[in-house]
T-cell receptor
Framework: KAGVTQTPRYLIKTRGQQVTLSCSPI?????VSWYQQTPGQGLQFLFE???????NKGNFPGRFSGRQFSNSRSEMNVSTLELGDSALYLC??????????????FGEGSWLTVV | GNSVTQMEGPVTLSEEAFLTINCTYT??????LFWYVQYPGEGLQLLLK?????DKGSNKGFEATYRKETTSFHLEKGSVQVSDSAVYFC?????????????FGTGTLLAVQP
């Protein structure tokens, strides 16, 4: 079956602009999480959505937001972009819950460069 | 708080050498432990996992054993190949909670030379 799909793969934005990234989870998966990866901070959890509800949030400013649609597809938005937002943004999906048989699958990521 | 500590890289090995990448964790409760691998320009792939103490995860010749007494989950492979060159991340999560959040270590770059 198809994996986690993220679009766009690469994008360049200017400081002060906003950006929207999209993620299509594996079919049947209802949990979608977002992570930011930078050389300095490593992999950091942004937020998780499950059945259209945000159920966990990392320590990021309010400029970072997300949502999940009824088909489990998710988007994240970053407003008023700063140079430090340049990063690889990774989306991850998993099935219904948080039981031990669950596996979390990652997409290939969206590379955001802010200039 | 919950955290994961990995050995600093890069780790440079010759082909067929033995690999160990150290990972220790701090956690309140009993986490599940994972190793993910990231090849250049790609996302993360789950390499192996262990969900309780003394479990051994294994995949593609890689192994790691969940050691509760030493809070460790070291990754090992008996004979590395050039194709194993990648960044390896140790991570933890809490099954049975209300989230699928993963907490990652800083990653260890492995470079295997022919």
């Amino acid at each position: 079956k198809a994996g986690v799909t993220q679009t766009p793969r690469y994008l360049i934005k200017t400081r002060g602009q906003q950006v929207t990234l999209s993620c299509s989870p594996i079919s049947g998966h209802r949990s979608v999480s977002w992570y930011q990866q930078t050389p300095g901070q490593g992999l950091q959890f942004l937020f998780e959505y499950f059945s259209e509800t945000q159920r966990n949030k990392g320590n990021f400013p309010g400029r970072f937001s997300g949502r999940q649609f009824s088909n489990s597809r998710s988007e994240m938005n970053v407003s008023t972009l700063e140079l430090g937002d340049s990063a690889l943004y990774l989306c991850a999906s998993s099935s219904d819950g948080t039981h031990s048989g669950n596996t979390i699958y990652f997409g290939e990521g969206s590379w955001l460069t802010v200039v | 708080g919950n955290s994961v500590t990995q050995m600093e890289g890069p780790v440079t090995l010759s082909e067929e050498a033995f690999l160990t990448i150290n990972c220790t964790y701090t956690a309140t409760g009993y986490p599940s432990l994972f190793w993910y691998v990231q090849y250049p320009g790609e996302g993360l792939q789950l390499l192996l996992k262990a969900t309780k103490a003394d479990d051994k995860g294994s995949n593609k010749g890689f192994e790691a054993t969940y050691r509760k007494e030493t809070t460790s989950f070291h990754l090992e492979k008996g004979s590395v190949q050039v194709s194993d060159s990648a960044v390896y991340f140790c991570a933890l999560s809490f099954y049975g909670g209300a989230t699928n959040k993963l907490i990652f270590g800083t990653g260890t770059l492995l470079a295997v030379q022919p």
